[in-house]
């Protein structure tokens, strides 16, 4: 994130960027938790761009570090009890080696993507986590730069949870469902939406 852009917006950034944001982190929260490697309580995070850290509120048990390139977002997430950073994630480098890496709505502020991977593997134990808009990279791309940055398996997840609506639970049911529908889904990723992939290296699936 940009101080510029992001800083005035601090204070209120996790109520006015969700139309609900109770249910959107506690879906992206608990896919964090299980896709591909699970993570287990006392495990360490690290979130690259993550805003205020709110995140953190829905990963019980996880050791969470926020990082943030914006100085206001990173005072909001500490005055709320989150253990922030000030960092870019294009050269952020955790004190010790984590569990898991995750980074949402913000691949795109990667200068190199290769080399942005590279840097979260080399300090990314367990997997790395991050959301994907396949309209705007191609997937065979990214799993090459993963698959040279060492996460040579991605397991990927249809998240057909909206940013800026909210839906009554039946509507919500009904998006969950079609998450599972194979060539449905992919047919709506290509209109709207976005995959959650979970990167790691092989044999260590659990």
């Not at 249809?158 to 449905?184: C, M, N």
Request: charged fraction near 25%; hydrophobic fraction near 40%.
């Amino acid at each position: 994130m940009t101080t510029e852009k992001y800083g005035p917006k601090a204070e209120r950034w996790s109520r006015d960027a969700y139309a609900d944001a109770a249910t959107y982190f506690g879906r992206r929260g608990g896919l964090i938790l299980s896709l591909g490697p699970s993570l287990q309580p006392g495990d360490a995070l690290v979130d690259l761009a993550c805003g205020d850290g709110a995140l953190a509120d829905y990963l019980p048990g996880i050791r969470y570090t926020g990082v943030d390139t914006s100085p206001e977002m990173v005072e909001v997430g500490r005055k709320r009890g989150r253990n922030m950073a000030l960092g870019d994630l294009n050269d952020y480098e955790p004190p010790e080696p984590v569990a898991a890496t995750t980074c949402f709505r913000a691949i795109y502020y990667a200068g190199d993507r290769a080399a942005f991977f590279r840097r979260v593997a080399g300090y990314t134990e367990r997997k790395f986590v991050f959301d994907l808009n396949p309209r705007q990279y191609r997937l065979t791309d990214v799993r090459a730069d993963l698959r040279d940055a060492g996460f040579d398996e991605l397991a990927l997840q249809p998240f057909f949870s909206p940013q800026h609506h909210s839906l009554p639970r039946p509507v919500l049911s009904a998006l969950r469902a079609l998450e599972q529908t194979g060539p449905i889904a992919r047919a709506m990723l290509a209109l709207r939406f976005s995959y959650l992939c979970a990167a790691f290296r092989g044999g260590k699936k659990m």
